[in-house]
Each structure stands twice: as structure tokens, then as C-alpha cells.
């Protein structure tokens, strides 16, 4: 009886971790919301297969991975491979088949927005699919042909967090660059939604009357 009392309990947590409608919505363009904050690469990090940025606005620390040497640098806030190509697959945080991955250095801290450039320049790729993790580890994925601007977009709604993302695509390209973040803080508690609530309680419920009909079925000590 214990094992399925902490079962269900559980599993309620687990459906009311995230209001319903909560979304990572992911797109081509320039966004709307434009986030307020540049990625820059002013020191010029060494080369590596992860480089690290920082926000202009809240100093936050970003760090930028490959499936090989990579090189930063300002102006544009560019990220591209040593050879001047990023052409080489590797997994990010679990996901296969990736060229970028973007995460903050700070495990205690998420974003709720992003936008960001691919410049295929000399290179062969056409197509981008980009991957998003929120916060309570859901993946939000899209596939799309690579705009001719070049330009991608994140936002995430109703109380939603990005933890991290990347982008693998179908050939190679110059760089990624003009990263910008938004709605950079702390991880938050995220409050169920009122059916939520009635879903906790109704099981809560349930598992009491189990309990009392489970108790009067014993038999009394003499």
C-alpha cells in the first residue's frame, strides 16, 4: 500500500509540475520580443571545444559547445570552428547529431528567450533543427530550411524556463553569431494550475478513502 500511495503522489507532482499550456515556442526571424541582451566575446576566450560569453546586461556566463575546436570573438559575437567551418556532430546533454550546443554556465540559472543568426557563408547546410530543454527537463524540437537571413527564435510561455538548447544541421556552416538572451534568472517554482490543484486533491482523496476502507476490512485485536 505504501509503494502506491508514493506512486500516485508522484505522480501527481509530476502532472502538476507545469501549467498545461506551458510552451517553448520556437521559430525563423527575428522575434517579435527581441531579447535585451548580447552575448559578447570582448576577451576573445581561448580555443576549445566549449568557449564561454558573457550577457552585456546582467554579466551572465555563457558557454558555447562543438564537436570541435571552436573560436569566439566580439564584434558580431560570432562563434565558428578553428578551420573556419563548424561541420563536425556531436551529442549535447543527451542529444545526438548536434553542431552547437548553448548553455549558461550557472546550473541555477535559466532564460525564456533567445534569438540568434546561422551564417552558412561557404558552407553546405540547408536545413536546422533546433532543440530545447526547459527547466523540469521536457525537449521542445523543430526542423526548419535555414531562412536566407539566417535568423532563429525562442520564447517560452506561462511561467516557462530554458535550461539550454542546440542545433544540429544537415551540412556545415561558417558560424553562429548575434546570439542575444532574454528573461535571464533565477529557477522558479513553478505554481500548478487550478485543475492542477482539483487533480492533487481528488487523489489525495482517493488515497484516504483506500486507506479507511483498507482499515475498516481489519480485523479487531481482542
Known amino acids: 500500500m505504501k509503494a502506491v500511495i508514493v506512486t500516485t503522489l508522484a505522480a501527481l507532482a509530476c502532472s502538476a509540475a507545469l501549467p498545461a499550456n506551458a510552451l517553448i515556442i520556437i521559430g525563423t526571424g527575428a522575434g517579435t520580443l527581441q531579447p535585451p541582451e548580447n552575448v559578447l566575446f570582448t576577451n576573445n576566450p581561448a580555443n576549445g571545444l566549449t568557449v564561454a560569453g558573457v550577457t ?120 553562429a553569431r548575434q546570439i542575444r538572451l532574454g528573461g535571464v534568472g533565477g529557477i522558479s517554482a513553478l505554481l500548478p494550475e487550478p485543475a492542477s490543484w482539483a487533480l492533487m486533491i481528488m487523489g489525495v482523496g482517493g488515497i484516504g478513502a483506500s486507506l479507511r476502507r483498507r482499515r475498516s476490512r481489519e480485523p479487531m485485536l481482542a
Open 56 to 175: 552585456n546586461q546582467t554579466a551572465t556566463s555563457v558557454s558555447i559547445t562543438g564537436g570541435e575546436t571552436l573560436a569566439a570573438s566580439g564584434g558580431q559575437a560570432s562563434v565558428t570552428g578553428a578551420d573556419g567551418l563548424i561541420n563536425t556532430a556531436f551529442t549535447f546533454n543527451g542529444t545526438a547529431n548536434q553542431s552547437l550546443g548553448f548553455d549558461l554556465t550557472n546550473p541555477a540559472l535559466a532564460f525564456t528567450s533567445t534569438e540568434f543568426r546561422i551564417f552558412v557563408g561557404k558552407g553546405t547546410a540547408t536545413e536546422a533543427t533546433l532543440t530545447f530543454v526547459d527547466t523540469a527537463g521536457q525537449q521542445f524540437q523543430s526542423t526548419f530550411a535555414i531562412p536566407s537571413n539566417g535568423f532563429f527564435n525562442a520564447q517560452a510561455t506561462n511561467g516557462e524556463q530554458i535550461n539550454f538548447f542546440s542545433v544540429g544541421t544537415n551540412g556545415s556552416f561558417e558560424d
